[in-house]
T-cell receptor, first 113, second 114 residues
């Protein structure tokens, strides 16, 4: 596609439920990143996939958060047993080989009620 | 780990004036410094970046300067226009195992008044 595609664009879930957020990066981009943006805050790094290397999971805030990337393309961020503090915009980005500048998607706005 | 501080948090200017946003970083190993612009309801968009072997970079009305000794870098927007109104984020990244990972500042809300 022309850009990074994220779905859903909005998600409202009840506290305690599991949610899955999807990211479809730009074709040919080998690196994929997940960030979280809370209201009025900066971007918080969550996880980073680079090609076939083991992902950098150092930013995941708890073991309720996990992510996978299948076939070097689509990625899914899963949040188990959601809490109200998980409410935020989850942003996905990708970058091509040898480049450090990201292209971000429009994000998924997650609201936990 | 890396820590990036960004100032000011809000900036209001008149159309045609210049705007300057400043960031400092803590990790002397950082060597890549991008700036992103985020409009309401959209993801951040890369507008300019600079690497540590360069002191200044310009792209039309936008310029970025880097002072490695002082560990700070700045975004300069000249001849501001209302469409420049957005949230601007600076970021920093080191090489090695942190190659792709960015640490972002808290953002600056820029408002350009017609």
């Amino acid at each position: 596609g022309a850009g990074v595609s994220q779905s859903p664009s909005n998600k409202v879930t009840e506290k305690g439920k599991d949610v899955e957020l999807r990211c479809d990066p730009i074709s040919g981009h080998t690196a994929l990143y997940w960030y979280r943006q809370s209201l009025g805050q900066g971007l918080e790094f969550l996880i980073y996939f680079q090609g076939n290397s083991a992902p950098d999971k150092s930013g995941l805030p708890s073991d309720r958060f996990s992510a996978e990337r299948t076939g070097g393309s689509v990625s899914t961020l899963t949040i188990q047993r959601t809490q109200q503090e998980d409410s935020a915009v989850y942003l996905c980005a990708s970058s091509p080989p040898g480049r450090r500048g990201y292209t971000f998607g429009s994000g998924t706005r997650l609201t936990v009620v | 780990g890396e820590n990036v501080e960004q100032h000011p948090s809000t900036l209001s200017v008149q159309e045609g004036d210049s705007a300057v946003i400043k960031c400092t970083y803590s990790d002397s190993a950082s060597n890549y410094f991008p700036w992103y612009k985020q409009e309401l309801g959209k993801g951040p968009q890369l507008i300019i970046d600079i690497r540590s072997n360069v002191g200044e970079k310009k792209d039309q009305r936008i310029a970025v300067t880097l002072n490695k000794t002082a560990k700070h870098f700045s975004l300069h927007i000249t001849e501001t226009q209302p469409e420049d109104s957005a949230v601007y984020f600076c970021a920093a990244s080191a090489g090695g195992t942190s190659y792709g990972k960015l640490t972002f500042g808290q953002g600056t809300i820029l408002t350009v008044h017609p």
